[in-house]
């Protein structure tokens, strides 16, 4: 029969569940003997004879646990009186009498287990055992104390650990069946040599030796031995001893960068590591910290200048000692544990080096923003280093090469998309660093930027197209800002970069969204270079804004023929005219020439069927340019400019609704109102007067009684709303002077009573709300 019990452990539990099986039956026979007494000598219902056994007895024998526990202080309080007995009455003997008392406590203790066992008592044996095995440390501290007190303590006590785990491992050999002794040895097996070490005057860098020669051991009894709680300790002893020497080596070799002692420790911890992991297939954590100190050993060969300069180098040297442990994937000889451990720790090293090669060509592109302080004025390059520069551009290549060989091996989405960003990062940023005239590297730039904007189109995955969109993007903002260091560069530059993001968004076979976002930057790059020819031009600012409406009207018109991507490029129109607008603003005429420009660009958009919404920004467009200009003339009484507009624009909604009643009134009346409405309304808010507020204030109320009477809703909210703000500008005075006049704390109070209030009468409040708003949808 197989178990995964060696037979010393399988026979331990076998005669444990006899001796259970032994008291359960003496239970059973005696339950029966005394029903068959209550069944011969009946008794009165609800008595039980005294003495007899109830009837539910408890389990034969004691739980475990409990047994356990007992045994457990046993074995402290016996280890408790063994070590005062030696600290505080030892001095009381003779030599001889020290001899015999040790000998005989000691010897006792380590023999009783064996006839323990033979009965069947394992777990007071291995209480007893651990008694015996405490009080051999008892006599090796008492022999130095009393017999050897000038031999140095710490060589001493490395023999002494050497000489308890050789014995401990003996004495667990011999009793088979204890599992107490064997890992308490492999524990005591961890001191001797770092001991002697450090004995020998051994520095960092021997002790580290010293320890992970313990580790090599450990290593070797764990893949060796069959015996489950001696292989568990093994593996933690391994492993919290080769970390230890791992780290000291690493340690010392930051603190001492081209040392060769520190490199070699952690060479041979890479190879012990490695040998752990070809021999155990669940040690792939093995290689993987091999893999990672072999890295960190060639990397400590790097000599202190670099290291002490800051720059990429051994960034370089580190990354190029991780490539071959990516090599491993393709290795047929090796384990599947190995490879897959080596193959980790290049990956490992690799996301490392672009976590730190990123972010410092992020800081080197973003030095380019100086040029925003004076637009058009060449600056001189600072001298770049050229070394530093180098170094930074190899390690974002050699990681782009890492990902796009894990990429094409594995295959892995997100090795790809490492490799895309730091291919694009280390090809745009090296002209920059290297140094070369200002013109060669913005063409290297825009070399790089459109081959990532192609791969954004081309590519297979959709997660490799948006990184590379997204390279592409920051690449075209990067070089369009180092392009307005001069005229010929901006326009250059700002006309190849739009005419190439036109070509993608009209490549058909490319993902939807990229093409959007290329029809986008279209846009902004057509609405950029409108506004670099009118600054060429000395144009004033405000007339600049004129000219970048270009941009809008030519996106415009080219929207029927865009497809998916128009969206994006009507919002770029949208964000081009925004940037018109406040180009404009120092100028009211112009302003006003903007926004009836831009008018003129809604309608027309206005006319497909699809874009009938853009009516209304015309019309708001229209209304704002006339009021926009009627201030900037000075106009006092705008009414005789928008009356007239409005009977106008009044008759053809009139017209509109006997033609279709189905029309709304914001449709209908709703521009023609509000192009006198609100122009009246600002004039009066304005006038000292009385007369316009009451005229105003008349109309109003004559527009909301129609509205409420021919149920229709623009009248009636634009009547009521000018007619509230008339009355609310009449009695402003009053209420400043009445609020003056109050006490300080009555405002709060009023505010706090009409909030409980509200609060009181929530539900019926919102009621109310919602029947407001149903009927105002019940308007026309």
Not at 81 to 108: D, H, K, M, Q, Y
Request: charged fraction near 10%.
């Amino acid at each position: 029969m197989n178990t995964p019990l060696s037979p010393a452990e399988e026979l331990a539990l076998v005669d444990q569940e006899l001796v259970q099986l032994d008291a359960r039956r003496l239970y059973l026979l005696s339950r029966r003997d005394w029903l068959l007494r209550v069944l011969l000598h009946p008794v009165p219902s609800g008595a039980v004879p005294a003495g007899f056994p109830p009837a539910s007895a408890p389990k034969a024998a004691a739980p475990r646990s409990a047994q356990n526990v007992l045994l457990t202080l046993g074995a402290v309080l016996l280890a408790v009186a063994a070590l005062a007995f030696t600290l505080v009455s030892w001095g009381s003997l003779g030599i001889a009498g020290r001899s015999v008392v040790l000998a005989v406590v000691t010897g006792a203790a380590l023999a009783a287990p064996v006839a323990l066992l033979r009965r069947g008592l394992r777990s007071t044996a291995e209480s007893v055992a651990a008694v015996g095995l405490l009080l051999t440390v008892l006599d090796a501290y008492a022999l130095h104390a009393a017999g050897l007190p000038g031999v140095d303590g710490v060589a001493y006590a490395a023999g002494a650990t050497a000489a308890l785990a050789a014995l401990w491992a003996g004495y667990g050999s011999a009793l088979a069946r204890l599992r107490l002794p064997l890992p308490v040895a492999v524990l005591a097996a961890q001191l001797p040599l770092p001991l002697a070490a450090y004995a020998a005057g051994a520095g960092p860098v021997g002790g580290g030796w010293a320890v992970l020669a313990t580790a090599a051991l450990d290593g070797v009894l764990a893949v060796t031995v069959t015996r489950r709680p001696v292989r568990v300790t093994a593996w933690v002893t391994a492993a919290v001893a080769g970390a230890i020497a791992l780290l000291t080596g690493l340690a010392v070799s930051l603190d001492e960068p081209g040392a060769a002692g520190p490199a070699l420790l952690l060479a041979a911890g890479a190879a012990l590591g490695v040998a752990v992991a070809w021999r155990e297939r669940r040690a792939s954590a093995a290689a993987l910290v091999g893999g990672l100190a072999a890295v960190a050993a060639a990397g400590s060969l790097v000599p202190a200048g670099h290291a002490a300069r800051g720059d990429m180098w051994p960034v370089v040297v580190h990354l190029v000692a991780a490539l071959p442990l990516l090599a491993a994937v393709r290795a047929a000889g090796l384990p599947e544990q190995v490879r897959r451990g080596l193959l980790r720790a290049g990956a490992a090293v690799a996301a490392l080096a672009a976590l730190t090669a990123v972010p410092a060509a992020g800081s080197v592109l973003a030095s380019r923003a100086g040029v925003l302080d004076e637009v058009w004025a060449p600056t001189t390059p600072a001298p770049g280093a050229a070394g530093a520069g180098a170094a930074l551009a190899v390690v974002l290549l050699l990681v782009a090469g890492a990902g796009w060989w894990l990429a094409r091996e594995l295959p892995r989405r997100e090795a790809a998309v490492v490799a895309v960003v730091a291919g694009w990062a280390g090809l745009f940023t090296a002209p920059l660093l290297l140094g070369p005239p200002v013109p060669v590297v913005l063409a290297a730039q825009l070399a790089v930027t459109a081959a990532a904007g192609v791969l954004a189109l081309r590519a297979p995955e959709r997660a490799v197209g948006c990184a590379a969109a997204v390279c592409a993007a920051a690449g075209a903002l990067n070089v369009s800002v180092a392009a307005l260091d001069g005229r010929v560069a901006t326009f250059a530059v700002f006309g190849l970069l739009g005419a190439g993001a036109a070509l993608g968004a009209a490549y058909g076979r490319a993902w939807v969204p990229v093409r959007a976002g290329a029809a986008a930057l279209a846009v902004g790059y057509g609405a950029a270079l409108a506004l670099s020819l009118a600054a060429l031009a000395g144009l004033a600012v405000s007339w600049q804004g004129v000219a970048v409406l270009a941009a809008p009207a030519a996106a415009l018109a080219a929207a029927p023929r865009l497809g998916p991507v128009r969206v994006a490029a009507e919002a770029a129109a949208a964000a081009a005219g925004a940037v018109a607008v406040v180009l404009a603003a120092g100028d009211p005429p112009v302003l006003a020439l903007v926004l009836a420009l831009g008018g003129v660009l809604c309608a027309g958009a206005a006319l497909r069927a699809d874009r009938r919404p853009l009516g209304w920004a015309a019309g708001a467009l229209f209304v704002a340019a006339s009021w926009v200009r009627l201030a900037a003339s000075g106009v006092g009484e705008p009414e005789a400019y928008t009356l007239p507009v409005s009977v106008l624009a009044l008759a053809v909604g009139f017209l509109r609704r006997r033609r279709d009643p189905a029309a709304p009134s914001w449709t209908a009346y709703g521009p023609g109102l509000g192009a006198t409405l609100l122009p009246s309304l600002a004039a009066a808010w304005a006038d000292a007067h009385w007369l316009r507020p009451l005229l105003l204030g008349l109309a109003a109320l004559a527009l909301t009684l129609a509205g409420a009477h021919r149920r229709l809703q623009a009248p009636l909210l634009l009547g009521g709303a000018t007619l509230a703000a008339v009355a609310l500008h009449e009695l402003a005075p009053y209420v400043v002077q009445v609020v003056g006049a109050l006490p300080r704390w009555l405002p709060p109070a009023l505010a706090g009573l009409l909030l409980l209030a509200v609060g009181a009468t929530y539900e019926k409040r919102l009621r109310d709300a919602r029947r407001l708003r149903a009927a105002l949808g019940r308007l026309h």
